[in-house]
């Protein structure tokens, strides 16, 4: 062909070698696209650069979690829906970003934002592990965070505008003399984005594996 391409350029013949993984969801204000490096997906490692674009499918209008010349990866990712609804109708996610110091620490800044108006939120820096984020009426939305191994807050708050409504701190059992942190000597898996690991926190841990 004159133009330099050839029918093997597109198509089935390529599915193979396409590096990006996409997955089309249905929003309030119409459907999104999330876009990201198909090997971040099972990905147990931090590198420069892990991130996702949203591509609002209205307007062609597309974002990213992080910036280009932002130093953090985004090292989880979870996609926040209305319980009940049918198709699945999907509020906003939540995103953990660490620098490499952050990533060597098991630390985490937690990002969150509603959809399909894209306007990120940090709803908090350097925590150990979030869990649960959940819809609990209108834009509010609840979620825990653990801001070290010992102490957890349930946190509320605006997905919308991203002010918190109400903190309040968990009462947890008193930790055994003899625990080992699990960040003395740091998994192997460390920071897997899957979504379907869903032990309680602290063990869930950005997706740990044990």
Same mark, same amino acid.
């Given at each position: 062909m004159g133009d330099g391409t050839s029918s093997e350029s597109f198509?089935?013949?390529?599915?193979?070698?396409?590096?990006?993984?996409?997955?089309?969801?249905?929003?309030? #204000? #119409?459907?999104?696209?999330? @876009? @990201? %490096?198909a090997e971040d997906a099972g990905s147990y490692e931090w590198d420069k650069g892990q991130n996702i674009s949203?591509?609002? %499918?209205?307007?062609?209008?597309s974002y990213k979690v992080l910036a280009d010349d932002d130093p953090r990866a985004v090292i989880n990712w979870e996609l926040i829906s209305k319980d009940g609804e049918n198709p699945i109708v999907y509020v906003g @996610?939540?995103?953990?970003?660490?620098?490499?110091?952050? @990533?060597?620490?098991?630390r985490a800044d937690l990002l969150v934002s509603a959809f399909p108006n894209v306007k990120q939120h940090t709803l908090g820096k350097n925590v150990k592990y979030a869990y649960l984020p959940k819809v609990m009426g209108g834009d509010s939305m609840a979620v825990i965070i653990w801001p070290e191994e010992d102490?957890?807050?349930?946190? $509320?708050f605006? /997905?919308?505008t991203g002010v918190i409504i109400?903190?309040?701190?968990?009462? /947890?059992?008193? %930790?055994?003399?003899?625990? /080992? $942190?699990?960040? $003395?000597? /740091?998994?192997?898996?460390?920071?897997?984005?899957l979504g379907h690991i869903r032990n $309680?926190?602290?063990f869930n841990a950005f997706g740990f594996l044990e």
């Open positions: 198509g089935s013949a390529a599915a193979p070698a396409i590096p990006m993984s996409g997955q089309e969801i249905r929003t309030p #204000g #119409g459907d999104l696209v999330i @876009y @990201y %490096l949203i591509v609002n %499918l209205s307007n062609g209008n @996610y939540v995103a953990w970003a660490a620098t490499k110091e952050q @990533y060597d620490q098991g102490e957890a807050n349930f946190v $509320s605006n /997905l919308e109400e903190k309040k701190k968990i009462d /947890l059992p008193k %930790l055994k003399e003899n625990f /080992l $942190s699990m960040n $003395s000597g /740091l998994p192997k898996t460390k920071f897997a984005r $309680s926190a602290p």
